[in-house]
Structures are given as structure tokens and as C-alpha cells.
């Protein structure tokens, strides 16, 4: 059915070349049609995944998707109903049974052919992410290449779970075979959509499991986009996307037909997911917040370390959960790095803006709350003593009233009780603190609730390496911060979270029931 206009907000005839076409049930064509002619209200020309069949929300229900860097709608998404999940979760079941089923190398084959179509419309997905989260459009290309990237790599051996034997003598042996749970929930934050969607979709579907994805309200598109390139890759009922509210993901957590939740987003939020599912002892994959420290030895070259740690605190605007959000600096040198990283921030000012523009760094905060939060944050800095070295304010790069834009902000002066180095800012603002012995450093480093990654910068690489080992962290870097690993574990310990994903067969086997074979040998 080709009905829609690429804006979403009103049908057209005749149809234009890049309306959507797709197939649907006569009863859903006949409610689509009565909304669209009948009704005024905004409609969506991007489908949800349900069962393999790419429909809309039953009740016709859209939701707005908002450019951060204007604060308008751009575009419209459906808004699922608890019907719709019901539909999505039995739809998963029932593929369930064949999937679990499907030898590896058609599940590997499955998951390339959905790397290879996503690859066809890598930049239409681009623009898309750019105008839903903000970052700039070098940056959403790289998540989109990242996307594409990760399926060939579970696509490959790393992505396989061979039974093992544990154990051979006269008289048995033992193996250890690995099964898949079932129907997996997987719910993802605004940050990094289709990075997260990639995290919940393939080490589900790559260990036999089926899943059900609901992306963040705030950065809902691209993830939905997901839905008609999943069709094309697997079975039907394998992969279904909803998109929806925050009552969305509760209804997810609380199905009693949902037998694993991945979910990354907030600490908070993480625990409540946590007690919810305690009634059923769900299995739970929790990526969380992160506070992360940044520990200058005495005698580092601050000329040459300043920008990389500036650049680790503000890729993505500051929202990154793995970002740099404190920097403890030797008294000696704490001038120095303050001014080194203020001038940083000064001249990257120029090179905030949209992300669909040439020449831009950085993008708008993704929400008005996340703004509030962080510009909150500074205030409190400020009022209770903190130095603001740069920044400290909105910005309207746009000269047109720009939307969500804070500027590269470096505080200074300020000590560990304060709310900014205490709480995860999640946004361009950067404290910097002083300390006087590397035990006082590390100590203070680790007195936060929050565990997921930390960086040491030093011309001694074996005694930053001493220092990093100490940090209780569940990532760690020398000389540098954010890079990652397809290979490596990612995860935290204490607030920042429960399990690993990523990494190989640690990351697997967190979607996975282990079984113990006991085999007698013959005599």
C-alpha cells in the first residue's frame, strides 16, 4: 500500500517516489484507511515488526519523533498497545520453537543478510539518527557501520556456543551443552539507538532466542526503521520491534512469557527492572549508568593529554555512559589542565550545531529534561563554590532560538560532595579535581555507587598500569577512553550494572542456560 507522505504527517495521492509500500490484512487496511481520511490526526509511514508482519499499532496510535536540535517534530512513529505486545510475544513463541532449533550456520546467515540490508540504507539511516538524537552525521554513520560490523562478527565464530567437555576418564564423560532462553525483552536508551538495538537483537537471535526490541520514546525511528530490514532478514516472529512508551517497557518486564531482559539505560530505572522480575527470578542483562574517573599521574604531558580527555567526555555531547565525567588532576600540574581543557572548550564552541551540518563536533543535548539536568548541575557547582573555566550556559548556534544546545562547559574548584562530580551529568559538562597523592586519587575515584569504566594517563605505562588495576571498574584505559573491543566484555560492577554483553562467549552466555551431560563409558 503506497499512502504516505516521507514527512508522516499527512497521506498523499498520488503517492510520492519514496512513500512506503507494504502489505497488510484487509481489517488493518480498512483501519488504516479510516484513520488516514477520516481522522486529521498525524500518522506514521514506518511500521512496526510484528510476527513478521510490518502493521501499525492496533489502535492507530502515533507518537512524535523530535529533532533535539530544533525542538519540533519531524516525523511520526506508532504508539504500541498492551494488544500489541500480546500479539508480538506470541508471535515469538511460536517462532521460538523452530529457531531454537535452526543450526548456526542459518542463524549466521540470517543475521548477515540483516547486516547486508541495513548496509543498502546506511544513509538514509544516518540522517535519520542524526535528526532523532542530535549527534552529527559522521557520527551516526560510524553507529550505522558499527551495526553492520557487529553482524558479521556474530555471524562468525565468535558468535557460535559449542557443547564442551569438561571432564573424560574410565568412567564417564561430561559435557556441557548450551541452550537459549526463550523470548527476550530488549529495551534501549536515547543515547545510541541503533548500538543498543544491536546489543539486544543479535546475541539473542545468534544463540537461538527470539526477541521483542522497544526503543527509548525520545529516539524511537531508526530502531522502528529496523523493522522492514528484520522482515527481509529472518522468520517471521523471530525479531519484532514495538515502539511505545515508558508503560511499554513495564508491560515487557512484567510478561511472564518474557524469559530474559536486556536493558541499558539509568541505575535507577535498572532496579526497579530488578524488582519487578524478582516474583518470576527473571534473568536480567542490566547496562547502567557510569561515572567514570579519569586519574592524571604527576609529571604527564598535559599538553598532549588534554585533548583526548576532552574528547572523552564530550563525544556525543557528553552522553555516553563509559564518557569521562571526572578528572583528578596532581595539584602540581591542576592549573595547567584546567586552562589546557578550558581552551578545549572555547574553541570547540564554534563547531556545536545540528548534526546535519558540515563542520560540526557536536550536537544538541537529546532532550529539554537532559538540558535541565545538566544546566541544573552547573548551576549547583557554581552556587556552592565551583569555578566555571568555560562554558556554563545555553547556546543558540542555529541564531534561530537553537533547541537543546549547551555549551562545552569545564568546572572547576569543586570537591567530591558536589552534586556534579557525585551524580552522572550525562551531558557537555566536565569537573576537574585536585588531588595530592595517587592513593588519595584512586581512593576517591572509587567512592561513587556507579563502577563502569575509568582511564589513567601517564608517561609510565606499567605504573598506569598498576594504577588502572586498582580502579574498581569493569573497563579500564591507559592513555585513552571509549574505545571498545567486539571482543572485549562491556560492563560494569556495583550501580553500573548486572552481566556483560559483547565480548565473545561472556557476552553470549548471558542469554543462555548452561546443561550438564553425564555420559558413561563403555567398558
Known amino acids: ?47 512496526i515488526l510484528i510476527g513478521g508482519e510490518l502493521t501499525f499499532a492496533e489502535a492507530g496510535k502515533v507518537s512524535p519523533v523530535i529533532n533535539p536540535a530544533t525542538g519540533e517534530a519531524f516525523d511520526y512513529v506508532p504508539d504500541a498497545s498492551k494488544a500489541d505486545l500480546e500479539r508480538a510475544i506470541a508471535a515469538a513463541k511460536q517462532a521460538f520453537v523452530s529457531w531454537s532449533q535452526t543450526p548456526f550456520t542459518e542463524r549466521a546467515t540470517a543475521v548477515l543478510r540483516f547486516g547486508e540490508e541495513l548496509e543498502k540504507r546506511s544513509e538514509e539511516f544516518a540522517v535519520n539518527l542524526t535528526k532523532e538524537q542530535g549527534k552529527p552525521l559522521w557520527a551516526a554513520k560510524g553507529e550505522v557501520a558499527g551495526f553492520v560490523s557487529l553482524c558479521k562478527h556474530f555471524a562468525g565464530p565468535e558468535g557460535e556456543l559449542k557443547p564442551e ?109 530488578v524488582a519487578t522480575g524478582a516474583p518470576q527470578l527473571k534473568k536480567v542483562t542490566l547496562e547502567l549508568g557510569g561515572n567514570d574517573a579519569a586519574i592524571v599521574l604527576p609529571g604527564t604531558n598535559v599538553k598532549k593529554a588534554a585533548p583526548k580527555i576532552f574528547g572523552g567526555a564530550m563525544f556525543n555531547t557528553g552522553q555516553v555512559c563509559i564518557a569521562i565525567k571526572r578528572v583528578f588532576v596532581h595539584e602540581s600540574q591542576y592549573d595547567q589542565m584546567v586552562d589546557a581543557l578550558a581552551d578545549r572548550a572555547q574553541k570547540s564552541m564554534p563547531h556545536v550545531g545540528d548534526g546535519l551540518k558540515e563542520g560540526t563536533m557536536w550536537g544538541p543535548l537529546n532532550n529539554k529534561a537532559q538540558l535541565e539536568r545538566v544546566e541544573g548541575l552547573v548551576e549547583d557547582a557554581r552556587k556552592t563554590g565551583g569555578r566555571i573555566a568555560a562554558g556554563g550556559k545555553r547556546m543558540q548556534p542555529t541564531g534561530k532560538g537553537g533547541a537543546y544546545f549547551y555549551e562545552p562547559t569545564i ?106 551431560l553425564y555420559v558413561p563409558i563403555k567398558k
Open 165 to 273: 567437555v569438561v571432564e573424560v576418564n574410565d568412567k564417564r564423560r561430561v559435557e556441557v551443552h548450551y541452550f537459549p532462553r526463550g523470548v527476550v525483552g530488549g529495551i534501549t536508551p536515547w543515547n545510541f539507538p541503533l548500538d543498543m538495538a544491536c546489543n539486544k537483537i543479535l546475541p539473542a537471535v545468534i544463540t537461538g532466542n527470539t526477541v521483542i526490541v522497544k526503543p527509548s520514546p525520545y529516539t524511537p525511528l531508526t530502531t522502528v526503521m529496523l523493522s522492514a530490514v528484520a522482515a527481509k532478514a529472518f522468520p517471521a516472529g523471530v525479531v519484532n520491534i514495538l515502539s511505545g512508551g515508558d508503560q511499554l517497557g513495564q508491560m515487557i518486564v512484567e510478561h511472564p512469557d518474557i524469559k530474559h531482559v536486556s536493558f541499558t539505560g539509568s541505575a535507577a530505572t535498572g532496579k526497579r527492572i
Open 1 to 47: 500500500l503506497k499512502l504516505f507522505a516521507g514527512s508522516g504527517t499527512r497521506p498523499c495521492f498520488p503517492p510520492r517516489a519514496h512513500c512506503a509500500c507494504y502489505t497488510m490484512s484487509g481489517r488493518r487496511l480498512s483501519t488504516l484507511l479510516n484513520q488516514c481520511l477520516v481522522s486529521a490526526a498525524p500518522v506514521t509511514s514506518h511500521p
Open 411 to 516: 568546572v572547576a574548584d569543586v570537591d567530591d560532595d558536589t552534586r556534579i562530580v557525585k551524580e552522572e551529568q550525562f551531558g557537555p559538562a566536565l569537573p576537574v579535581l585536585r588531588y595530592k597523592t595517587v592513593d588519595e586519587a584512586v581512593a576517591r575515584a572509587n567512592n561513587s555507587e556507579y563502577g563502569l569504566g575509568g582511564s589513567v594517563w601517564g608517561d609510565d605505562l606499567e605504573e598506569a598500569s598498576k594504577v588502572a588495576l586498582r580502579l574498581e571498574s569493569g573497563m579500564t584505559w591507559i592513555n585513552d577512553h571509549l574505545s571498545l573491543s567486539e571482543s572485549a566484555p562491556f560492563g560494569g560492577v556495583k550501580s553500573s550494572g548486572v552481566g556483560r554483553e559483547r565480548g565473545g562467549k561472556v557476552g553470549l552466555l548471558e542469554f543462555v542456560e548452561s546443561k550438564s
